[in-house]
């Protein structure tokens, strides 16, 4: 292992409570995506740390759909990298909490009984 780290400057918190960015690092290694950076954070540092995913590396779910450096990317193909990146959620969703958003169709949404 080369000793090198990956730092994840990742976007905390819900609607009505915006914590900002919380950075964590994680062992880096060649070959490795974010999605497997934000899973070992989970894992490892924080299981409270939101985020979606379901077929992890197929690029078949599109559920993993984040903000990286200002740039739309599935987290499990995209590289990760020797430095510092920054997560945000999907700005034009309605935030739930830290990286996930809801990305539900209109049409699928429950609705409230109320
Ligand atoms: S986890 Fe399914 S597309 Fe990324």
Request: glycine letters at 8%.
């Amino acid at each position: 292992m080369s000793g090198a780290v990956a730092r994840l400057r990742v976007k905390r918190g819900t609607p009505e409570n915006d914590q900002g960015h919380q950075t964590f690092e994680v062992p880096f290694e060649e070959g490795q995506s974010l999605l497997d950076g934000l899973r070992r954070i989970r894992a490892e540092q924080d299981p409270s740390l939101a985020i979606r995913f379901a077929c992890i590396n197929a690029n078949a779910c599109k559920e993993c759909i984040v903000k990286l450096d200002g740039k739309t990317v599935y987290a499990c193909t995209t590289r990760l990298i020797a430095g510092e990146m920054t997560v945000d959620p999907l700005p034009n969703k309605p935030l739930i909490r830290d990286l996930v958003t809801d990305i539900a169709p209109r049409g699928d949404r429950i609705q409230d009984q109320a």
